[in-house]
Structures are given as C-alpha cells and as structure tokens.
C-alpha cells in the first residue's frame, strides 16, 4: 500500500498563513562573511546595482565605504537617503535617517552594518530594529553583517581571538532573513588585501595584522561563518521536506539516530552512535519508544532506559521519549521528520520465519535509510530477559482478573434465559462486547483473560450438548476459533485504544497546567505569589516539593518558599554553586547527584534570577526527557516571571524617587525665591549699618548677623543653582580658552575661606586650550577650595594641579588634612551630603552635588580619593576634544 502523501491539514493552514505574512512584509537578504574586508559591502552595492539595471526602484539608506575606492565607486549613479545629524554631548553625529526612508519607501533600500549602535537620540537603539521597522513597512532590505555580531556566537568569537565584540544582533533575525549571501574570502586572499592597504589604512593594517587578523583567528572565523551558512541551509532544507511532506529521507547531510530499547544494548548503541558523530562530526538523537506492552515495565528495567537516556544525553545527543504502537515505524517517522540518514541499534535477537528483528523491521519499512547493528554487550542483560521484557504482557492486580471473570459470568446468567430466543450468533455478540468492555475498563490482561472464558461459557452453556465441553458438530469448532480470535484481536485494540487515550490525557493535562501556570505567573505581582503557583504547579505535575531561592543585592541566596511548599532540607551550599555557575545540580545531574534535591538554577533574559529547588517524590521521573523539557520551560516562565516583577519594583521605586526629587526641587525652588529677596535687603542693610555708634558688644553682633546672612544668602544660591541644572535650565556658555586663567580667579574668589592655607599650583607649560564654560568650572574649583578651608586645620596645604590623560585634561585639588571616611567617596557626591555628618562646620551639602552637575554637563566625570600619606583630593576632568588653529598667519 502506497504511503499517504498529503501534507498535515494543520501544517497546511500554517503555512498559508506564514506566506500571507510574509507577502505583507519586505524581504531581507543579508550579506554575510567571516570578518571585516572580504567584501560584503561591495557585494551588496553589486547586486543592487544589477537590479537597478534591471529597472528596479533601488536606494541606499547607508554604505559605509571606509574610504575603499572600489567600494565608493559603486555608489555612484545610485540615489542615497541623506544621513540625519544627531546632536550628542555638544557634537553632531551622522546617522541613517529612518524617517526619511521610510518617505520615500523605495522598492529596495540598502542598510549596511546590520549590528551597529545608533547614536543616543534615535529611534532605535540599534540599526536591526531600523530594519525590521523597515520591512514591517513593506520595503525590501540589503544589510550585511559579520559572524563575530551574532548573539550566539560571541563569545565563542571572543575566546578564539580574544576581542569581545559589543555590537550584536539577535539570531532570531538573521535567522528569518528570507536569503542569506555568504561572502567567502580564503585567508591568504584577505591578508593579501590588509598588506596592500585595500581593508584599513597601511598603519592600522600592521596592527590589525598583529591582534584580530591573525591567520588562526581568520581560519576559525571562516569555519564558524560557513558552519553557521550551513546550519541555515539545513533548516530551509527541513522547513520545505515539512511544507511539501517530504516523506523519503534527503542524505543531504549526515546524521544519527540512536536507538534504545528495553534490553541491555542500549548503552553500547549509545556509545557507538556517540563515537560515530564525534568522528564524523554530526549531529544525533537518541530515542525510546514506549509502545503499550512496554508500559508496565518493572523497575529496574524502566530506570536502566532512563539512564541510558542521560548517558545520551550527556553524550551531546537530543533524545526524546515517544509513544506508539510500531516501535519500527514510530522510529521511521521520527527519523524522516528530523532528516536522519543513519539509524544505530542494538542486535536483538535471531530472525525467523514468524518474527523479524528490529533492524529488518526499519530496513523494509525503510530502505532509503542506513542501519547499523551493533554487537551484543555480553556484559549486558542476556538474551532470555531480553526477551522477556519483549514478551511480557501487563501484570494487572488480582482484582481487575477477577473483575473480568465476574463479567464473563454476569453475561452468562443475562443470556442463559434468552438462550431460546436469541440465536447463537448474538448470544456471541453479547460475549465480544463483554470482552470489549473488559478491555476498555481492566486492560490487556484481564481481556484476554475474559476472551478465554467466553469461549469457554459459550461451549459449556450454550453449545448443544449443554453442561458439557463436548461439541456435538464440528462446525462449532471453527466457531470456538474465530469467536477466540475476534476476542483476542478486540482486547488487544481496546488494549492499545486505552493507552493512547490515556497518554493523549497527560499530555493535555501537562499542557493545560503549564498553560495554567503562565497564565498566573503574567498576573503574579510579588514573589510571594510566583511561589505560590510554582508550588501549586510542581505538586500537580510532577508530585514534587519546591521552593524558589532568590539572591539578595550581594548575590546570596536567600529563601522565598510559598505557603507550604518549601523543600525541608535546602542545602544552600549546592543551590549557591548551581546559581553562580548557571548550571543544574544535586539529584539527577553529574554535580552531588547524592543530594535527594534538584537545584535548577532560573535563567532569565537578562540574568540568573535564583535557583528552583525540587524534592520529587519518585526521582526517576526527572529523567524522562519530556518531563525534563516540561520542567525547563516552566522554569524559564519562572525565570521572566521574576524578572518581570523585579522590574516593576525597579520601576516602581524610579518613579517614587523621581516624584519625590521633583517635589523637592520645587520645594526648594519656591522657598529659595521666597527667601532671596529679604535675603538681599538683610545683607545690603547689615552691609551699610554704621557701627561707630554701636557698642563694642552690639558692633560683634552686627558683623554676626552680616556674616550668617552672607552665609544664608550663598545657601540659597546653591539651591536655586541644584534646581536649575535638576530641571535642565542651564545652558553652557562653551569657549576655548587656557586653564590658568580660571584657576587664577577661583583662587581670588576662595581667598577669604582659604585663610592661611597654603596654596600650591602645578600647571605644566604646553597645556593645550580647553572647551569650557569659564564661569561654571570657576565654580567647581571654588567649591573644592572651600571644601579644602573648612574640613583642613589652619596652616594646611592645598595643592591644585593638572595634566592631559590621553583625550581628557584632569585637575586636582588636594590637601593633607584629616581626608575621608573610608567608603563614602562616591556618596559624598550626593545631595544633602556632608563629608563628616557630626562636623559642627556650617554647610547643608549642596557644594560637590552641584561640582558634579556641572562636570557631568561638561560631558567630564568627578570623584574623589584619600592622598597619601593622609589629605583628600578630588579629581575631575574635562574633554579635549580639538582645539581651533590660533596660530597668527605669516604676513604676505
């Protein structure tokens, strides 16, 4: 009989919904390579160019040439998007104008540099999104990319050449791109081109020669780029066989399936298919079909299977547990939907007339497909318990065999009265649906059991001569045979009827939980709840104890149980190492398999958010690998669960603090504005007091109250000063001019609170000029020197200080007082934050809150030390940047 060769109806309608989206949707060809230089850009700018030729509506959103003649010569003649200019830090930066493509919305646009960071300002953080935002626009895309920028294999990238690229992209986009171009270049071709200068310029080719380009690193790079290529193709391959239901298998690349069943071989099969794909370096699987008659198997037999799983496993193999009815055609299916060319089992028994083995099984139920059959483990289970196991039928309790002989009889007292109307064709009737029954409500057993006892109530009870076993026409004889066989055949289908129904059951059951379980975690607002279902769902599902373990700021983990779930006996020791390590341990696992619980750490998008502890009941059960896969997806739920929650909290506590510093900056605004007026009165007033007329006694407390209103009056400046550069309000008056000047006016403007301090200044000659603005950053030297006054004993020294640090000008102001508390360096940098909170010297803590302001508007940084041997210094810098040509021309 001919094999069905109609595709999957469910398949079918998501395929057509599939290419209706995709019809909706540009196409994304993206030009891929080893590394920079091997021309993916100029073989972008090619191809458009003959599609141009072609008649094509054609437009180059951005080409990054980097100064390559042939390159730039391809754009000639095609339209290009003007870049938009980005203002970022008091500069402008070029950067593709997504906008303005998506306005002119050509047929064909060209991205290039798929991983690059758009500047601060854009739309998106990253040119992928300008490109996906792009086709979701209906406008077909050209980008190119390198290998090193996939998400996935960046780090591998990183440990062969030892540079860490930070520019990635996602490979769930370079994955759906609907064409992938790889441009290939041998290495000696590459270093041809580095040497001749047509990659980077002469000098930086040397250096780039000596680091990244080194002829290892671009054999690796090349490898991992054409492997990558290759695994792409693979899946188109596999995505069409699916599509067009494929059914021989394509040996368009090689691949293993590993058998195992419920004999001793299985191991050595796995071994055997482990060696073969490390020698010839492909993928494999590894699978155990669990048919009906295998269902009950005893113990020992079952966690021999589980194991040889995890041995598989652990080996590198994807392994799965399927059910069905045809171990050799369930494993047929599996091979020719995964594309697997060769299948390895285990030798089970001698062939003979009446039963195949399972090779011969595969081979004519397959002949596209490769068997191997390895050797019998004499070490293993001997032959007899193999086929045992083979042979053994359910072991149903006493109960359900008496149950079935109970029915047997009640049909037979039901029909002993109808015996004179009925024929005895019904009356058989009535046994088989008795049998049916049985089947369907006891199992395998207890039905053949009952088919037995039909046949043998009918002989007795109803076949003349009656109460007897004597047949008084031959014929009956076919009748007992058939009646017999019909029973057989019926339990054995409800048999199997039951089995699938039953596993069709759990699968939906898990199914729903799990659908369930997401359902509650995307409602969950607070740890305490996510635990509550994670133990609702690990005591439904898998009959198991659990209790989620959540680190603290330090990264210690600390418990968070739900209301009567939580595992006994954590040990926080493994569950620590499972959460630092990011991998499984304890029961189960190859780390302290000893300990009776499973420490799976919860891995989020962004982090390892804690570590799920699980105490099953029966331990086995984790290593099937379908329960496994089950247990991993709900601990990803689990994982962004709490990270959604962790966020929340996270932007929660923003918007507090962002209300409350909002608030109190207008606080502070309206109470400074209301007290500057009277404020200035009170000084000018104690400013003109005369005091020749006063007292001794009353001309001291005048020039009190002038000096604390002189005080307050600085007080409130500083607030109204933290209130405008908290709302944005300054703008910074920008002018290239020599350090020394504002260094000379701060130190007059601080000469009152420097006293008789002693003042240093170090300024090396040939300090280049300086983009600043002056009356700013004279502002943050006077608020240092005034620090260094009040918190330096009197006759102190206080040195300023600057030098050029590669692209930023550093200056120093340092003293050799009392220095700083050890740990607050940073918070002293805080608003409202004094250097020494018990220190009787007059101040609210405003002075370095607002030196830091202005730094950070300056695009600088500042922070401060303990000078040794004793003294504080606080640093802060400024960027250079390049100054303009002051130089006096020559006269003609």
């Known amino acids: ?200 310029l002469p000098q930086q080719a040397k250096s780039a020669i000596r680091n990244f380009f080194r002829k290892g690193n671009l054999i690796a790079l090349r490898e991992l780029a054409l492997r990558r290529t290759a695994d792409r193709v693979d899946e188109e391959m596999r995505a069409y066989r699916r599509s067009e239901a494929v059914k021989p298998v394509w040996q368009t690349r090689e691949s293993l399936l590993a058998c195992v069943g419920p004999g001793g071989g299985g191991e050595r099969a796995v071994r055997n298919a482990a060696r073969l794909a490390a020698q010839m370096d492909i993928p494999w699987h590894a699978i155990y079909v669990e048919t009906p008659r295998l269902q009950r198997l005893p113990r020992k037999a079952r966690a021999r299977i589980l194991q040889t799983l995890k041995l598989a496993k652990d080996l590198g193999a994807e392994t799965a547990t399927l059910p069905g009815d045809d171990a050799a055609a369930t494993t047929v299916a599996y091979a020719r939907d995964h594309n697997l060319t060769k299948v390895v089992v285990g030798r089970d028994h001698e062939a003979t007339f009446w039963r195949r083995s399972f090779a011969e099984r ?30 053994s039928r359910d072991r149903s309790p006493w109960r359900a065999y008496a149950q079935s002989a109970a029915a047997c009889a009640a049909v037979t007292l039901l029909a002993t009265p109808l015996r004179d109307w009925l024929d005895l064709t019904n009356i058989v009737m009535i046994f088989l649906l008795a049998v049916m029954g049985v089947a369907l409500r006891l199992g395998r057993g207890p039905a053949v059991l009952a088919a037995f006892l039909s046949v043998a109530f009918f002989d007795f009870f109803f076949v003349p001569p009656r109460l007897s076993f004597a047949v008084g026409d031959v014929q009956y004889l076919l009748t007992f045979g058939v009646m017999l066989a019909v029973a057989l055949v019926i339990a054995q289908l409800m048999a199997n009827l039951r089995y699938q129904a039953r596993v069709a059951m759990n699968r939906e059951g898990r199914a729903r939980a799990l659908y369930e379980a997401a359902r509650d975690l995307s409602a969950a607002l607070q740890p305490q709840q996510i635990a509550e279902i994670c133990d609702r769902f690990m005591e439904r599902v898998f009959g198991a104890k659990a209790a989620i373990i959540l680190p603290d700021a330090q990264d210690r983990l600390r418990e968070a149980g739900g209301e009567d779930g939580s595992v006994p006996a954590l040990d926080t020791g493994i569950a620590q190492w499972a959460f630092d390590h990011g991998e499984t341990a304890g029961l189960g696992t190859d780390t302290l398999s000893a300990a009776p619980i499973l420490y799976l750490p919860l891995k989020a998008p962004m982090r390892t958010r804690g570590v799920l502890a699980i105490e099953p009941r029966h331990g086995e059960w984790l290593q099937i690998p379908e329960q496994r896969r089950l247990l991993d997806t709900f601990s990803t739920l689990l994982a962004i669960a709490i990270e959604r929650v962790h966020y929340v909290e996270v932007a929660q506590d923003a918007v507090v603090k962002m209300e409350s510093e909002r608030l109190r900056n207008s606080v502070l605004s309206v109470l400074s504005h209301d007290l500057r007026t009277p404020l200035t009165a009170l000084v000018g007033l104690s400013d003109i007091l005369p005091l020749d007329p006063l007292s001794p006694r009353q001309q001291e407390a005048a020039a009190a109250i002038h000096g604390e209103a002189v005080r307050m009056s600085a007080l409130v400046n500083n607030l109204l000063d933290m209130a405008r550069f908290q709302s944005g309000e300054v703008r910074l008056n920008r002018q290239w001019q020599p350090l020394e000047e504002v260094v000379g006016s701060a130190l007059q403007a601080s000469a009152a609170a420097l006293g008789e301090r002693e003042v240093t200044v170090e300024l090396p000659e040939g300090l280049p000029f300086v983009e600043f603005d002056a009356v700013l950053i004279e502002r943050v030297l006077c608020n240092l020197l005034e620090n260094a006054g009040k918190y330096t004993p009197a006759g102190a020294q206080v040195r300023i200080t600057a030098a050029r640090k590669e692209r930023v000008m550093e200056i120093s102001v340092c003293d050799d007082g009392p220095g700083l508390s050890p740990g607050r360096e940073e918070t002293l940098f805080d608003k409202f934050t004094r250097g020494r909170a018990e220190s009787a010297i007059p101040g609210v803590g405003l002075g370095l809150a607002i030196c830091r302001a202005i730094v950070e508007a300056h695009g600088g940084r500042i922070w401060a030390v303990n000078a040794q041997p004793h003294g504080a210094c606080f640093i802060f810098s400024l960027p250079l940047g390049t100054p303009p040509d002051l130089s006096v021309p020559p006269e003609a």
């Open 1 to 200: 009989m001919a094999e069905d060769q109609r595709p999957d109806p469910d398949a079918l309608l998501e395929r057509i919904q599939t290419e209706e989206a995709r019809a909706r949707r540009g196409k994304l060809k993206v030009f891929f390579g080893s590394c920079a230089g091997v021309g993916k850009t100029y073989a972008m700018l090619s191809a458009a160019r003959q599609l141009r030729a072609q008649g094509r509506d054609v437009v180059v959103g951005i080409a990054e040439t980097h100064g390559r003649a042939e390159t730039q010569a391809l754009l000639e003649g095609l339209e290009q998007v003007p870049r938009k200019e980005i203002e970022y830090r008091e500069r402008f930066i070029k950067e593709f104008d997504l906008d303005a493509a998506l306005a002119r919305k050509p047929a064909l646009i060209l991205v290039d540099e798929l991983a690059h960071s758009n500047a601060p300002g854009s739309r998106h953080p990253k040119r992928w999104q300008d490109v996906v935002e792009l086709l979701d626009a209906g406008i077909d895309v050209f980008t190119t990319v390198n290998v090193q920028h996939l998400e996935s294999l960046n780090d591998v990238v990183g440990g062969i050449t030892g540079i860490r690229v930070w520019e990635t992209v996602p490979d769930h986009v370079f994955d759906e791109a609907d064409e992938v171009v790889l441009v290939d270049l041998t290495p000696d071709e590459l270093l041809k081109r580095l040497q001749e200068g047509k990659v980077y």
């Open 362 to 391: 595969l081979g004519r139920l397959a002949p596209d497909l490769d068997v191997v059959q390895v050797a019998r483990d004499r070490e293993g289970a001997p032959l007899k318990e193999t086929r045992r196991l083979f042979l």
